[in-house]
């Protein structure tokens, strides 16, 4: 089973505590302090194994705790340190405080070693408390305390290229004929209800890793369906194959909503790189409509590669093209932090509603301003995911209760609108 999201509990040793002990041996009345140091309790370390690709090794809430340090002993024995708890997690996985939302850590790669809890040092005998004047000191440390945390893990894949699309797009057949994976294929949507990977062989010598991401519906970016879910995934790779149903009445609007989704999420998204394929060109129907989706695509300065999935037409060529665009594009920086999924301090889809004259209205937001941006309007199917958008942020029912009419102006960034009920 897939799981890309678990909490835990870690805990590291605690130090062991120093003793408190005087030498003793045949004719040597006053020995002095010999009490040994307790020893370091164990970190707790996380670790990626580049085997792994899931989280389902944890069980909800699973427990960890590091070994503690050892006791000290006499004749200034030093305690055993504790075992430090390595944790073994896939790569691309994101380390968050559960309790705060903080964001701790992001593991990328293989053997990437990050300690969330630092055992305690170990307390100290009491030989190191003697002085000229207390020759015989009666005191020791005990260990310093364990850290304790609860984390929530989260998986991004890590994947060269991105396979994104609407349900049913054919994205598993293609995954399936490019690569060496085995996802679940049927035909109807939501198949994919996870992530798969697959590798691809370019030549002898390069190799790509691709990532089938589900379905994206209308809403995925404010969590409709299992958005969050699922588009943190496409934040790690580097470009995307945008598949579309060639068999869809609008294949324009399904690309406009993809794409805005995309960009309502994380506006990087929208930045990265696609070669636009439409998919089932073995159909006739799908070939007689071809040049006319083709030109409708050219005029948004789009190049729309065809092929068919299911009989393997064009995607050799796909994945050599694929292969190219990413050789041009820059690699991920290795200091780069993951945009975090926890709700940020100011929300993109808040927005504003003012009033500019006796029938003229704004309305200001990130969210609300970026799908305008990425909208096609002279397509319906993208004024209708327009439309959509503003009732599912609530701007429809905030604008009629501020007491906009028929016929209206509503201006949202640089486009005006006009209102109809």
Same mark, same amino acid.
């Given at each position: ?24 041996? #045949? ?15 164990? =970190? ?17 809430? &699973? ?33 968050? =405080? ?13 053997? &990437? ?28 440390? #005990? ?48 198949? /994919? ?5 697959? !590798?691809?062989?370019?030549?002898? *010598? ?61 506006? *990087? ?11 089932? !060109? ?18 948004? #300065? ?12 064009? /995607? ?7 292969? &190219? ?26 927005? !504003? ?69």
């Amino acid at each position: 089973m897939f799981t890309d999201q678990v909490e835990i509990y870690v805990r590291s040793g605690k130090g062991g505590d120093g003793m408190m002990h005087f030498h003793r041996e #045949k004719f040597v009345p006053r020995g002095g302090p010999d009490g040994g140091d307790g020893g370091k309790g164990g =970190d707790v370390i996380l670790e990626v194994k580049p085997t792994l690709n899931t989280l389902s090794s944890f069980r909800p809430n &699973q427990k960890f705790k590091a070994e503690d340090g050892a006791r000290g002993g006499p004749s200034q024995m030093t305690g055993r340190n504790g075992k430090d708890l390595i944790i073994h997690v896939p790569p691309g996985t994101v380390i968050f =405080d559960a309790d705060t939302g903080e964001l701790l850590g992001d593991l990328t790669h293989p053997e &990437q070693q990050f300690m969330v809890c630092k055992g305690g040092r170990g307390g100290r005998g009491n030989q190191h408390f003697a002085t000229s004047r207390n020759q015989a000191p009666r005191t020791a440390e #005990k260990g310093e305390p364990y850290e304790e945390k609860r984390l929530k893990l989260e998986l991004k894949l890590i994947a060269d290229i991105g396979l994104i699309g609407v349900p049913n797009a054919g994205k598993s057949t293609l995954l399936t004929a490019m690569t060496n994976a085995k996802p679940k294929i049927a035909p109807y949507p939501f198949t /994919t209800l996870e992530p798969n990977l697959g !590798v691809a062989e370019i030549d002898a *010598n390069n190799t790509i890793v691709l990532a089938d991401i589900p379905g994206l519906i209308e809403g995925a970016s404010h969590g409709a369906g299992l958005g969050h879910d699922f588009l943190r995934h496409i934040q790690r790779t580097r470009v995307l194959i945008h598949l579309l149903d060639g068999l869809s009445e609008d294949p324009i609007a399904d690309y406009s909503q993809i794409n805005s989704e995309l960009s309502l999420f994380d506006p *990087n998204l929208g930045k990265k790189p696609q070669l636009v394929v439409l998919n089932k !060109v073995d159909q006739p129907e799908v070939q007689a409509r071809f040049g006319d989706i083709q030109k409708k695509f050219k005029k948004l #300065k789009v190049d729309l590669l065809s092929i068919s999935a299911l009989a393997r037409t064009n /995607t050799r060529d796909l994945l050599v093209k694929a292969h &190219q665009k990413l050789a041009e594009t820059p690699p991920r920086e290795e200091t780069e932090l993951p945009m975090p999924v926890h709700k940020p301090k100011e929300d993109p889809r808040e927005f !504003v509603v003012t009033r500019e004259g006796a029938h003229e209205w704004r309305v200001k937001g990130t969210a609300i301003e970026r799908a305008a941006r990425m909208t096609y309007w002279e397509h319906d199917g993208s004024l209708r995911r327009f439309q959509k958008i503003i009732e599912t942020l609530g701007i429809d029912d905030a604008l009629r209760k501020a007491g906009v009419q028929e016929g209206d102006t509503v201006a949202i960034g640089e486009f005006e609108l006009e209102w109809q009920d």
